[in-house]
T-cell receptor, first 113, second 115 residues
Framework: AQKITQTQPGMFVQEKEAVTLDCTYD???????LFWYKQPSSGEMIFLIY??????QNATEGRYSLNFQKARKSANLVISASQLGDSAMYFC??????????FGAGTRLTVKP | GAGVSQSPSNKVTEKGKDVELRCDPI?????LYWYRQSLGQGLEFLIY????????KSGLPSDRFSAERTGGSVSTLTIQRTQQEDSAVYLC?????????????FGPGTRLTVT
């Protein structure tokens, strides 16, 4: 079964510092996509960043970057220069070509002033 | 442009009643997904539509759950004879197409409480 794992239920980071949120996945598929979503306390799901399995370069979107290590099947999210507004739940997700999308359990990030 | 919308935003129902949850995807998005998020948990995949057909119903937790999509647009998730364990936020998402390359855009969710 395709499985996605986020091992950190909660993380703390000091404002303005960088933080890495871990994500590993388990698949035998060759083609898949990796996503990170942010869910603030309001409940909405906000797309952050996407990495395709064939992309050779790590994806970056502003302060977000995805540390993609295909051989290790990991897709860690790096948030640089953390801001108070980054405090939220963060979900890693994988999407396969059969449109089976799986989410991890999430990591609650708290940014301390 | 308009994003994914869901209605109602909140629904409180008595155990045993049927409920219908509605999702309006982004115009032109052919793929539509339903997820369930229980309190403090991750997202659980329920069902996926490509156009009006649902090739994957494996995520529906029981035969009390059903979903349909008409006109390749609006989708309705129906829960019959609701149980307390059905209490959760039900999220709908849509994307431009199928496959691993398409980002899913999420609606605000419907918070269902079964008393």
């Amino acid at each position: 079964a395709q499985k996605i794992t986020q091992t950190q239920p909660g993380m703390f980071v000091q404002e303005k510092e960088a933080v890495t949120l871990d994500c590993t996945y388990d698949t035998s598929d060759q083609s898949y996509g990796l996503f990170w979503y942010k869910q603030p306390s309001s409940g909405e799901m906000i797309f952050l960043i996407y990495q395709g399995s064939y992309d050779e370069q790590n994806a970056t979107e502003g302060r977000y970057s995805l540390n993609f290590q295909k051989a290790r099947k990991s897709a860690n999210l790096v948030i640089s220069a953390s801001q108070l507004g980054d405090s939220a739940m963060y979900f890693c997700a994988t999407l396969y070509n059969n449109n089976d999308m799986r989410f991890g359990a999430g990591t609650r990030l708290t940014v301390k002033p | 442009g308009a994003g994914v919308s869901q209605s109602p935003s909140n629904k409180v129902t008595e155990k045993g009643k049927d409920v219908e949850l509605r999702c309006d995807p982004i115009s032109g998005h052919t793929a539509l997904y339903w997820y369930r998020q229980s309190l403090g948990q991750g997202l659980e995949f329920l069902i996926y539509f490509q156009g009006n057909s649902a090739p994957d119903k494996s995520g529906l937790p029981s035969d009390r759950f059903s979903a349909e999509r008409t006109g390749g647009s609006v989708s309705t998730l129906t829960i019959q004879r609701t149980q307390q364990e059905d209490s959760a936020v039900y999220l709908c998402a849509s994307s431009l197409g199928r496959g691993a390359l398409y980002e899913q855009y999420f609606g605000p969710g419907t918070r269902l409480t079964v008393t």
